[in-house]
Each structure stands twice: as structure tokens, then as C-alpha cells.
């Protein structure tokens, strides 16, 4: 879907003279801090939006849509872009979100260790009345990890916010054995992407 417009130029448009201006539909100070490293200058207003997924919705759906519910669910009146995303941790079809708590969290990681998964984080971009979308998807392989271990790792790290129960940022970098696609798009967040939309919308007005 993306058109020829270089990223880099984007990023020089954004980084450097004057910081480009974005709005963040979003709570996760992992994306804040993606766009932030990217140069962009961005104002956080967090969408709240009913997050659970609907009977018979695939992973990818449901990212796709709770992401355009929250882009949609920004007030704004400007034309500034505004950004929001979703991410899902999906192994054998099945969805993994937010825990509801460590036993949930536990039961998580045990599903995942010894096997591969996919990360999937759907990205909108909103400029007044048009919007665009993408989703991205990330390929993770966890070694197998002992039961001691995975509650180790809960006790010493957050993940309580974290789709499938682990910061790859953080303790679980040692849990991954192979990994393909992008890894901001893991912690929240594909940036080339997003850069990518925005240079587009851009074009388009
Ligand atoms: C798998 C994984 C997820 N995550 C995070 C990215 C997302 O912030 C979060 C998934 O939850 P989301 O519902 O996508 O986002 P959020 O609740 O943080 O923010 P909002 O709904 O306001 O947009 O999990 C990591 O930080 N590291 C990881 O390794």
C-alpha cells in the first residue's frame, strides 16, 4: 500500500527543524516513546473503548477494528495526525490480550513456551476525516521455559499491560530463541509503518 514518498524525508520533516506534531490515542508509554525516538513532537490523548473482541472474530479483525475505534473515539479539531494502535498476541488462532491477573499471565507464557506465535499491531492514522490502516505482523519463537522460571518472571517484571504476558523489552528477551518482522512492531508500535501512513496522508491533502 505505500506509496513512493521516502521516510526518510518524513522523519527530516519531523526530526529536526521544526518537530512534526502527532496526537496519541493511546495510554502506552511504549508508543510514546517510539514516536518520541523518532522525533516527532506528541500530545497523548488516550481513547477508552471497550477492548473485547467479538464471537467469531479473527485476531486480525479484531486489531484492525479496536484500532480504528480508538483513532475514531479522539476528539480533534485540527489536522494534526493522530495515531493509535492495538496489539494481540495470537498462537494457534486464539488471542492473547492483556492479563486479568498473574495466574491468567502464568497460564499464558505456559502456552506459549516451546512454541512460536505471532504478533500482530494494527495501526491507524487519522488526518480530519480520512483514515488509513495497516497491520503488521511479527513472527516470535520462545524456548521452552520452565514453570520456576515463568514465575520468576512474574515476579520481577510488569506485564500486567502487556499483551500475552511478557515485555519483550524487558526479562523476556532471554525467552526468545528466534524472531521475524519488526520488533517495535512487538513492543506496540511499527514506526516505519506509521511514518510511512503519515507521509501519505500527507500527499493526500
Ligand atoms: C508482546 C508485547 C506487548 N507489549 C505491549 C504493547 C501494548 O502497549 C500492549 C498491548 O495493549 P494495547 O491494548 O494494544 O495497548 P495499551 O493498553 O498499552 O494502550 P491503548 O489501549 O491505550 O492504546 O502490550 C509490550 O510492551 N511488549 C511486548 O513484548
Redesign the pocket.
Known amino acids: 500500500m505505500h506509496r513512493k514518498r521516502d521516510v526518510r524525508a518524513v522523519k527530516l520533516e519531523a526530526g529536526y527543524a521544526t518537530p512534526m506534531e502527532v496526537i496519541l ?7 510514546l516513546f517510539l514516536l518520541q525516538a523518532a522525533g516527532l513532537a506528541v500530545e497523548v490523548r ?4 471497550d ?1 473485547t473482541a467479538l464471537t467469531g472474530e479473527s485476531v486480525e479483525d479484531t ?1 484492525k477494528r ?2 480504528r475505534e ?1 483513532a475514531l473515539a479522539c476528539k480533534v479539531d485540527s489536522d494534526i495526525p493522530v495515531i ?6 495470537a498462537i494457534h488462532g486464539e488471542a492473547l ?2 492479563p486479568r491477573d498473574l495466574t491468567h499471565a502464568k497460564q499464558m507464557l505456559m502456552k506459549l513456551s516451546g512454541h512460536e506465535h505471532q ?1 500482530l ?1 494494527a495501526v491507524c492514522v487519522r488526518v480530519g476525516e480520512n483514515i488509513a490502516s495497516d497491520c503488521i505482523r511479527t513472527s ?1 519463537r520462545f524456548r521452552e521455559i520452565s514453570e520456576t522460571e515463568i514465575e520468576t518472571y512474574l515476579l520481577h517484571n510488569e506485564i500486567l ?10 526479562g ?1 528477551a532471554s525467552f526468545i530463541e528466534a524472531i521475524e518482522g519488526p520488533l517495535d512492531n ?4 511499527p514506526v516505519a509503518t506509521t511514518l510511512h501512513m503519515i507521509a501519505e496522508m500527507k500527499d493526500m491533502q
Open positions: 490515542a493511546s495510554r502506552s508509554p511504549r508508543r488516550p481513547s477508552h473503548i477492548e486489531v479496536l484500532c480508538k493509535a494502535a492495538d496489539t494481540l498476541v490480550g492483556q504478533v499491531t516470535v499491560d502487556k499483551a500475552g504476558s511478557y515485555a519483550i523489552q524487558g523476556a512487538v513492543i506496540g508500535l
